[in-house]
């Protein structure tokens, strides 16, 4: 599928200034600047979300998300970066992509869009984090990366994401989220390398390589390492998404711990930060959220650090947002009774160069036309967010191929590649209790199996419906949590570690009539003792098809995990330990790196 200028005044502009590749980045930035209005450079400062529309049209207003046309947010907002929620056929994705892309040709410069997305290769769905996989290539959540601990596999896995954003046109990854899982309450851990500072720097390395590659260029993806200065020391373990959860709180003094794995990032040259909701409490910081402070962003990210890559606010601060016609208020912490007008103000002062979820430039229009911003700051992003354009090459070649992209994404090579992972992934805490190993199973027993794919467990025994009928029984369960009652926040995993009684009881009680292979969702660590006790074996997941825990407990692929947290013993332990103190739950049932491995002989 070919692209090229279309005529007119377009074509005048592709021979020379910021069109002509002969030219520096940093000659073709200053040109494009100079020929921006003011209203141009704020439009640059904005990352809103988007669908994609029906059969790959560009989306019209949403009412569900109180948000403008693609047409209106591009036209008449200026704005050139998305961040794509949900999904498509491959191909149906490159075709929108090349659509929108087309409008930005047409505008006055001809600016290309620049798309994100959160992670989209494993198994969550949580819009406000993570999409599952659909046709994309489908990984362990990065956690199950981390269980493997090996840097190769995970370089191997964000090499291939990066092809296959690549091929439906995404050229920045809302991710490595690389914050230390030190609360084991918070209800994001799900998406983090672990509790551990050494290996989550050893994984978000190999992770950016792959990537930006060796070098950021046109065939990388720019990733947005977050959640700057660190998001798991949440008081309580609730999550700043929502005002409950606004506090970051450090009673063991730790912040310098939570700064490890972006002190790798920075050595990985990771090319954007995203600073977190959660305010810090009980510091030498102001009480502000991170997004608004300037003590953390221009103090120690760029004065400390030296960090001189793109800012982007994560999503919601200045204003109100809806998600599923659900009224949120901004997550503007310690700066609630700020205007937006004056929310923007001390985010920009801060260091902030983009605001996400946001499509309101006309905010920064008025800070530089009442004197009350300069528009030299406003340069400043602008020139940050202009350059990642140039170095991802996208005024060179911002189009892709749609007929690639339906044999690039998903091709089996990958497919295979994310299954090996999810199945080596997996981690056998207990193997037996006093007759030897029950793992791996042979033969072909009898399987009562309530959660698995009954079509599938055909191929490996015979299911049954009634455990007291069953030779062995297999249990997929999720890890506790308190379920919340919006629509939004139900999908934050938060609250207590263990199962409430009645739920505990009916998983022992399928413990005690038949041996039991209890297999746990770690998408936070869990507290079950009792299960540890009473099952014949108990291994974890972090995103894990059926087939995959059937070939690991049947012997056909070995599982290599190991935990990348503490398993907590009680709930008390959990309460008493220090949220920003990694480890510091006392006796944990298991700890940190305990896998056991399985003799398939």
Not at 47 to 65: F, K, P, R, T, V
Not at 132 to 153: H, K, N, R, V
Not at 248 to 256: D, E, F, I, S, T
Not at 345 to 363: R, S, W, Y
């Amino acid at each position: 599928m070919s692209h090229i200028s279309k005529g007119g005044a377009t074509n005048l502009i592709d021979v020379c200034g910021y069109r002509n590749p002969a030219l520096t980045i940093d000659e073709r930035v200053e040109d494009l600047l100079g020929k921006m209005t003011l209203d141009e450079k704020a439009g640059l400062m904005f990352h809103q979300m988007i669908e994609i529309g029906n059969g790959g049209s560009l989306a019209d207003a949403s009412a569900e998300y109180n948000l403008p046309s693609m047409r209106e947010l591009m036209e008449e907002k200026h704005i050139t970066h998305f961040n794509v929620m949900g999904g498509a056929d491959p191909a149906v994705m490159a075709e929108w992509h090349n659509r929108v892309q087309e409008v930005a040709h047409a505008a006055r410069l001809a600016i290309p869009v620049t798309l994100s997305t959160d992670p989209r290769h494993a198994f969550t769905d949580n819009p406000g984090a993570s999409f599952t996989a659909g046709p994309f290539s489908q990984w362990p959540e990065s956690l199950g990366l981390a269980a493997i601990d090996d840097e190769a596999t995970t370089q191997r896995f964000a090499d291939i994401a990066r092809q296959e954003y690549l091929a439906v046109g995404i050229r920045v990854a809302l991710h490595p989220q690389v914050d230390l899982a030190t609360e084991p309450r918070w209800a994001r851990i799900n998406g983090t390398f672990g509790e551990d500072a050494a290996l989550t720097c050893r994984m978000l390395t190999a992770y950016i390589k792959g990537f930006q590659t060796e070098a950021i260029g046109p065939q990388s993806v720019a990733t947005m390492t977050k959640h700057f200065p660190g998001g798991g020391p949440q008081k309580d373990g609730e999550d700043p998404h929502f005002e409950y959860g606004r506090e970051q709180v450090y009673p063991g003094k730790n912040l310098a711990y939570h700064l490890k794995p972006f002190e790798a990032a920075f050595e990985a040259g990771t090319s954007q930060i995203m600073p977190y909701y959660g305010m810090p409490v009980g510091t030498d910081y102001e009480e502000v959220g991170f997004g608004f402070n300037k003590g953390i962003i221009t103090g120690l990210l760029r004065e400390t650090y030296g960090f001189d890559g793109i800012v982007c606010a994560d999503w919601s601060l200045l204003n109100d947002s809806t998600v599923w016609n659900e009224h949120h208020p901004a997550r503007a912490w310690g700066v609630e009774h700020l205007s937006p007008l004056e929310r923007a103000e001390k985010a920009i002062v801060a260091g902030v160069d983009q605001f996400g979820g946001e499509h309101c430039p006309e905010l920064v229009a008025e800070l530089v036309q009442s004197g009350r911003i300069s528009e030299a700051r406003i340069d400043e992003s602008a020139r940050r967010l202009l350059r990642e354009k140039f170095v991802l090459g996208l005024f060179d070649s911002p189009y892709v191929d749609p007929a690639a992209a339906r044999v690039k994404v998903g091709q089996p090579e990958y497919v295979e590649a994310g299954f090996d992972a999810q199945c080596r992934s997996i981690t056998v805490l207990t193997n037996g209790r006093h007759d030897g190993p029950v793992l791996p199973l042979g033969g072909r027993p009898r399987i009562y199996a309530p959660n698995v794919d009954s079509e599938l467990l055909l191929a490996y025994g015979d299911a049954v419906e009634d455990p007291a009928n069953a030779e062995i029984a297999l249990l997929r369960l999720k890890a506790p949590f308190e379920p919340r009652e919006g629509a939004f926040e139900q999908f934050f995993h938060a609250g207590s570690l263990s199962y409430d009684p009645d739920a505990l009881e009916r998983i022992l009680s399928v413990c005690r009539q038949v041996p039991t292979i209890v297999d746990v969702y770690l998408d936070r660590p869990a507290v079950i003792p009792e299960i540890l006790g009473e099952a014949a074996a108990v291994i974890a997941n972090y995103g894990a098809s059926d087939k995959a825990i059937l070939e690991v407990i049947f012997g056909n692929r070995p599982p290599e995990g190991k935990l990348p947290f503490d398993l907590p013993s009680s709930m008390e332990a959990v309460a008493a330990s220090r949220s920003d103190v990694p480890f510091d739950t006392a006796a944990p049932a298991l700890h940190f790196g305990h896998g056991l491995r399985i003799d398939s002989e």
